[in-house]
């Protein structure tokens, strides 16, 4: 996966055809390229009307051995090994039409899709890829050792390192490892999944791996099995005999693993199919110990969850460029010592901007406010807000250096904490409602080491009443 901050889909349509591990049903699937924002959209073409189902979270309907999706009547199994090969090849928009009730399984893993998706090449799309950068730890824990976290990372990439421990004598406790997605061909996708021996009946007898085979799942037998059991196990998959032997311990399979550590990257592979359903390419570092499509799942809608209430705050890294720095700011406003309050910009789009203000004991307020015990005023906080609030405003019109803006009105206003010397203030504000007339409706917040200290909501207007030949 290339780092490109923009969406990509497919160049050409992709074809696969095969039985379904769970169903048992053969199925054609078709890989289309998709719209920008689309994100991976299933259309189940035999079905009247072609139903589409989102790959998203809140359409996962079950987890039992893999992930199922289901709006309405419709469903799709086993979705996680194709959507972790678009994913980790850097597809964000893709339509997977599909003529059955499941993916196909091929050969037990990724490498099918994401060796064709290679092949067909992508497409650059005209929008902004979507990401989540992980700025604080995530954890999540369930009973029986389960637990997964995602870290901050330095480089803006995807790491994971997952456990596995089945108290299993054949399987052991393993670990994988995958230092970004540009890895994922060479170390993941070719992993396939796995099953042991002992749960196979019952995984029948509930209506799961009707279409599995020794040539789409590894098979490990904890113990040796006689002919007998291995008949009895083959007669509950409705099938004559069962290939391979299990006459000692160990793989089932006639062929070896392909990596000693097959099964645990094979979790890691599941977990990226999961986590795709986010609709975000994560940037972080997951830990995952004795993870299941159950908590996968669970995990990703707390990272759902914690999206959304990221994307409401500003970038609070502020040791990079500043998109403006104090010269290209006293070149837009008229403050100046000992009134100018904004240090730097960092990020402005049409709808918000994040300023910064460093707060220091040289500020002159502090002499009197108050005298030994150093307290930023409130309504100075309110009024660097509004600077950084006049400075988008004033980036919307032909020559800003001829234009001031006034408050209106200020309303909301709420003060959390008290902001002191050494602090850094950082201001967002996002747009109410579109500008109209030249006045600006804005929502700010200021927050001090993430913290929320101060906001308010502020109608300004914007005024053209500075001469050309005035100081910029």
Do not use: W
């Not at 040791?319 to 904004?342: E, Q």
């Amino acid at each position: 996966m290339t780092k490109s901050t923009r969406q990509h889909t497919l160049a050409k349509a992709i074809h696969f055809e095969g039985i379904g591990l769970h169903t048992g049903k053969r199925a054609k699937l078709n890989i289309v390229p998709g719209e920008c924002n689309s994100g991976y959209v299933f259309v189940r073409k035999d079905l009247p009307g072609e139903p589409s189902l989102e790959a998203h979270v809140s359409n996962v309907g079950e987890t039992r051995r893999g992930t199922m999706l289901q709006v309405g009547d419709a469903t799709v199994h086993t979705t996680e090994h194709v959507l972790a090969a678009l994913y980790a090849s850097g597809i964000d928009n893709a339509i997977l039409e599909l003529d059955g009730p499941e993916v196909p399984i091929l050969d037990g893993s990724a490498l099918p899709f994401i060796s064709a998706i290679e092949k067909a090449g992508s497409t650059e799309q005209d929008a902004e890829r979507r990401f989540f950068r992980v700025r604080k730890n995530l954890s999540f824990k369930v009973d029986g050792g389960v637990e997964m976290m995602i870290l901050p990372l330095e480089e803006a990439e995807f790491k994971a390192t997952v456990m596995v421990d089945y108290n299993s004598p054949v399987l052991g406790t393993q670990h994988a490892r995958l230092e970004n997605l540009s890895a994922f061909k060479k170390e993941i996708a070719g992993c396939r999944t796995f099953v042991f021996l002992k749960e196979v009946a019952s995984l029948a007898e509930q209506g799961l791996i009707q279409g599995g085979d020794i040539d789409n799942a590894v098979v490990l037998a904890e113990r040796a099995y006689s002919k007998k059991e291995l008949n009895d196990i083959a007669k509950a998959l409705g099938r004559d005999a069962l290939e391979g032997t299990a006459d000692q311990p160990g793989v089932v399979n006639p062929s070896d693993l392909r990596f000693p550590n097959e099964p645990a990257r094979h979790k890691l592979l599941d977990i990226i199919g999961d986590l795709a359903l986010t609709g975000r390419f994560i940037q972080g570092h997951l830990l995952a110990a004795r993870p299941g499509h159950t908590t996968n799942i669970a995990f990703a809608k707390e990272l759902i969850e914690a999206i959304e209430a990221q994307e409401e705050l500003p970038d609070f890294q502020i040791d990079r460029k500043s998109l403006l720095d104090i010269n290209d700011i006293t070149a837009i406003l008229p403050h100046r010592y000992p009134f100018l309050l904004v240090d730097r910009i960092m990020d402005m789009d049409e709808k918000s901007i994040t300023g910064v203000k460093n707060v220091t004991m040289n500020e002159p307020f502090f002499q009197g406010h108050f005298p030994n015990n150093p307290v930023m005023p409130g309504v100075l906080q309110v009024e660097a807000m509004a600077q950084v609030g006049g400075i988008f405003a004033l980036s919307t019109v032909e020559d800003p250096e001829h234009y001031s803006t006034y408050f209106m009105k200020i309303d909301g206003v709420k003060f959390k904490q008290k902001v002191l010397p050494g602090d850094t203030l950082i201001f967002h504000l996002t747009l109410v409602s579109p500008i109209r007339r030249g006045l600006v409706n804005m929502k700010g917040r200021a927050y001090v080491r993430e913290e929320l200290v101060s906001e308010a909501e502020m109608l300004a207007q914007i005024v053209r009443d500075r001469l050309p030949t005035e100081e910029s």
